[in-house]
């Protein structure tokens, strides 16, 4: 992706992500970076920079409600919050001459480190814990639901995408973003289960959606409650 500036009539600029690829339209998204613009291969700069212009004011309303719901980013320090499957837990950070590996208490992950200022080093280790936790409760999450849908248990990796929770590519390989970690449950179970169900039907059609549907049947609110955490999923 190549960083790009949109120049408005007003004088106004919108900072965007530029990506080509092999399509006839171009797409707008708006994550965690900002505006994504995915445009076809073979478009002239003018083109594009007039069909942006036309969709300035729907850019400029998503990118002001994305402002609106951003939260406070994480301060690597003794006594962080931070969410562990919707629940508050409390970083604690202790002092000690050697690095040992953190542990969930109760709600109080600790970590003992020689270095606790360095919140670099915090912030990596925590990743880090929640990635093996993920790893763990993911892959028994997929081993029931994959069962349930009467289907093996595909391979799972782990996903550090800020714009997707997770996919399942053609050879029916499951990619989940490790911070669902942090999310309830049942969100996390959707988000399987949406996965899963391209196992049946590589697609989005109604058939794709009937086979989800049979794995969580309140799928659609599952799916807005997960695009309103987002902004907090996203702080780590």
């Known amino acids: 992706m190549a960083n790009q500036i949109l120049t408005l009539a007003n004088g106004e600029t919108i900072s965007y992500l530029l990506e080509h690829r092999p399509r006839r339209t171009v797409g ?24 942006l212009q036309e969709k300035s004011g729907w850019i400029l309303n998503k990118l002001q409600a994305r402002a609106a719901n951003q939260v406070a980013a994480i301060e690597w320090v003794d006594g962080e919050h931070l969410l562990y499957l919707s629940q508050d837990i409390q970083l604690t950070i202790v002092k000690n001459s050697s690095n040992k590996a953190l542990v969930l208490d109760a709600n109080t992950l600790i970590m003992a480190t020689p270095t606790p200022d360095n919140h670099a080093l915090v912030h990596r280790k925590v990743v880090h814990w929640y990635q ?105």
């Open 28 to 51: 707008l998204k708006i994550t965690a970076d900002g505006l994504v613009v995915h445009a076809p291969k073979r478009i002239f700069a003018f083109q594009l920079n007039q069909i």
């Open 132 to 236: 093996k936790q993920a790893m763990a409760d993911f892959g028994r999450r997929l081993t029931i639901l994959a069962a349930k849908l009467g289907v093996p248990t595909p391979p799972l990796t782990l996903s550090n995408a800020k714009s997707r929770w997770g996919s399942c590519n053609s050879r029916g390989e499951v990619r989940l973003n490790w911070r669902l970690l942090q999310a309830p449950p049942n969100i996390i179970n959707y988000v399987i289960c949406h996965e899963l169900a391209h196992l049946k039907q590589m697609n989005h059609s109604a058939k794709f959606w009937a086979v989800v549907e049979s794995l969580f049947p309140d799928y659609k609110q599952a799916e807005k409650a997960l695009k309103a955490l987002s902004p907090q999923l996203h702080r780590m």
